[in-house]
């Protein structure tokens, strides 16, 4: 007999393994793009690294200047609950840095493909691959579209005009407003703390989870998160989402040269999440963590998905009239076998001293 709709089991995709090797790829592709000489010796290099830290800089103070303005003003009228509140808002449920980031790097500027190319570029000198001289062959797509604009153009009209012509920019704007929708709903259930919220919380967690760990491993976790105070349950969920989401945007160079469409995206992510998940969450926590450097280290975390990209997919073809049977061809993942069994210790970079004792 069947099973039970509710009664799913554990992805293939999401397993345990599979999310700490993408956990372990969060860590080792920074090791190894430091290593791109073409980067880091580069005579413009520390300028560069220096720009972007005053940038990191100015967006930290511009963001949390009302956030502490605020809070001292609570401290003084002795509110220290609305204060912690505010905070939190602030730091957790709205927190838009990684979003203006994307939002600059992605589609008002080339940074971010140039940094995805440049360590692709790499990446092929090392590996004797040809995952940069083939996807440099086709154009991305909002590029192209930003190339359109005039160059007096305020950021506000070329915002309406990338809206108006690229299926990429509206997808990346629906998926932060479902997120930032999302992290508000959860923020009204922990500000009201009862039983029913408790209920909803735990049907979010379960609806969220079951098909990625299976309908029993879910179970346990959202009864162990239930035994502690329900904004911990928040915090889980809120993390899942914008993890999954900071490794979206930082694929948004690849998507958009070999322009998917909205389908095909979904289904190739979907393939891979297990191993996006761990890679995005060393990522976005790090990101949170030191909110001073959010730039340098999404820099970074861009120079990294291109590492990325080469473990988790194959080399695209030289040739436009190949890539719609290449692109069906890869929307289905079936090489994590060789992810799980850690081939990627040996490739040929310099490695990290030690690292044996982890493949």
């Known amino acids: 007999m069947a099973s039970p709709i509710f009664i799913s089991n554990p992805s293939e995709s999401f397993s345990i393994s599979i999310v700490l090797r993408g956990i372990q790829l969060g860590y080792l592709s920074t090791y190894r793009c430091l290593q791109n000489p073409r980067i880091l010796y580069h005579s413009n290099f520390w300028p560069s690294l220096i720009t972007i830290v005053k940038l990191s800089l100015l967006l930290y103070i511009l963001l949390n200047g009302p956030l502490f303005i605020t809070k001292i003003f609570f401290i003084c009228i002795n509110s220290l609950k609305i204060s912690s509140i505010n905070n939190y808002v602030l730091e957790n449920i709205f927190n838009i840095n990684i979003f203006l980031i994307s939002l600059y790097g992605s589609y008002l500027d080339t940074t971010a493909d140039e940094l995805f190319m440049a360590s692709l570029n790499f990446s092929d000198s090392v590996l004797s691959s040809r995952y940069y001289a083939n996807l440099s062959r086709f154009q991305n797509d909002t590029v192209r579209i930003n190339s359109q604009q005039s160059a007096g153009d305020t950021t506000w009209q070329r915002v309406r005009f990338l809206f108006k012509r690229s299926s990429h920019f509206k997808n990346f704007l629906n998926r932060y407003f479902q997120y930032y929708l999302f992290n508000f709903g959860i923020f009204l259930l922990i500000c009201y703390p009862g039983k029913m919220s408790t209920v909803v919380l735990g049907l979010i967690s379960f609806q969220v989870l079951s098909d990625k760990l299976g309908a029993v491993p879910s179970i346990l976790l959202i009864t162990l998160l239930n035994m502690l105070p329900c904004h911990y349950t928040a915090q889980v969920l809120i993390t899942f989402y914008g993890s999954s989401n900071l490794s979206y945007d930082l694929l948004a160079p690849y998507f ?104």
């Not at 060393?282 to 999404?298: E, G, K, R, S």
């Not at 820099?299 to 692109?327: E, F, G, H, R």
């Not at 061809?329 to 040996?346: E, H, N, T």
């Open 256 to 359: 958009q040269r070999l322009n998917m469409t909205k389908y095909e995206k979904k289904q190739w992510i979907n393939s891979r999440n297990g191993v996006l998940f761990g890679f995005g969450l060393v990522n976005y926590l790090m990101i949170n963590t030191f909110p001073q450097f959010a730039i340098v280290l999404y820099a970074l975390a861009q120079l990294n998905m291109a590492y990325l990209v080469t473990k988790i997919t194959d080399v695209p073809p030289d040739q436009a009239n190949k890539l719609i049977s290449w692109t069906s061809s890869q929307l289905l993942w079936s090489d994590q076998y060789k992810l799980v069994s850690g081939k990627f210790i040996d490739d040929p970079f310099v490695p990290i001293p030690g690292s044996f004792i982890f493949s």
